[in-house]
């Protein structure tokens, strides 16, 4: 009997054509051919203009709100199984609507599961995601989740950046396990913001836990949405003594004002992934691409070799 390998191809999803380009070139192999039409309504529909019968398919798209972009995901998803696609990988840098990993109060739906289960009936046999929101939303899956940290890419900037008197921090309570694992590669010390919201993306109080004075603070936490956590952290932090407050966060989002609020806060910078891409162009912030991290561990994925060398914290 034959032990070769399936052959491995890779497609991307509307939204997420720059990263997957550059997988793609890491991975060592050509982007795959699909074109999607769109109706005048708006229904569009992803076609694969090649044969990937047999095939292991990495279909690359980060799932961030609104609704277009994990639907475009789905109809893939669907369009491979239903082409005999062996099987089926999908690759999502950002795992959107994960929020709701939980019932806060009453009567709300728990979505993170609910897409969990939605994009393995469309076909996906295996997932590749980086940075959660819950290290709990595996757990959603019956299928093999492979969740990636950018830590890989952010440690070794950190680094290079040479800052004396580091000090980490979480911008709130639920993000200071994130912070304590930078901390610890970094041997340097840790405070915590704590928090108080009035309501979704809006907070009416926030205090420090820790000493920052004299210290060059870095921010960790896993996207940056409205901004409003990070620019108010910074602004506290400031004012409390920190010689400089830069921040690093996975996702950029960066929804609402957020862009205007990272350019006129007391951030020296904003360090993100390109796993969503940006709206625009903004002075303050620094992209460091995770496109090798996701190329080296779709080739273990698809020689069957271990990635665990690939989970830094």
């Excluded at 491979?80 to 019932?103: L, N």
């Amino acid at each position: 009997m034959s032990t070769s390998l399936t052959e491995a191809k890779i497609f991307s999803c509307t939204q997420s054509r720059d990263l997957a380009e550059k997988i793609a070139a890491s991975y060592g192999i050509k982007l795959g051919n699909v074109i999607t039409s769109t109706y005048s309504d708006g229904e569009y529909q992803p076609s694969f203009e090649e044969s990937v019968r047999g095939a292991r398919l990495f279909i690359i798209g980060s799932t961030n709100p609104g609704a277009d972009n994990l639907m475009e995901m789905l109809l893939m998803l669907d369009a491979a199984k239903r082409a005999s696609a062996r099987h089926i990988t999908a690759v999502m840098p950002y795992f959107g609507w994960a929020r709701q990993d939980r019932k806060d109060k009453p009567r709300v739906p728990i979505a993170a599961k609910m897409i969990a289960s939605i994009l393995e009936t469309a076909g996906a046999t295996r997932i590749i995601t980086m940075d959660l929101h819950a290290d709990q939303i595996q757990g959603f899956f019956e299928k093999p989740v492979d969740h990636l940290f950018a830590s890989t890419v952010f440690l070794p900037y950190l680094r290079s950046l040479n800052l004396e008197d580091l000090t980490i921090a979480s911008p709130d309570m639920g993000g200071s396990k994130r912070a304590y694992a930078y901390s610890k590669e970094l041997q340097s010390d840790v405070v915590i913001c704590y928090k108080q919201r009035e309501k979704a993306n809006v907070i009416s109080h926030m205090e420090l836990i820790g000493d920052v004075t004299g210290k060059n603070v870095v921010l960790v936490d896993d996207m940056v949405d409205t901004a409003g956590t990070l620019t108010k952290a910074a602004d506290l932090m400031m004012e409390r003594g920190a010689k400089s407050v830069r921040a690093i966060c996975t996702h950029p989002v960066l929804s609402g004002g957020a862009y205007e609020r990272v350019e006129n806060s007391k951030l020296s910078e904003l360090i993100v992934t390109d796993s969503i891409p940006l709206r625009k162009k903004c002075d303050k912030i620094k992209v460091v691409s995770c496109a090798e991290l996701f190329a080296d561990v779709m080739q273990r994925v698809h020689g069957n070799r271990s990635i665990s060398s690939k989970f830094l914290m």
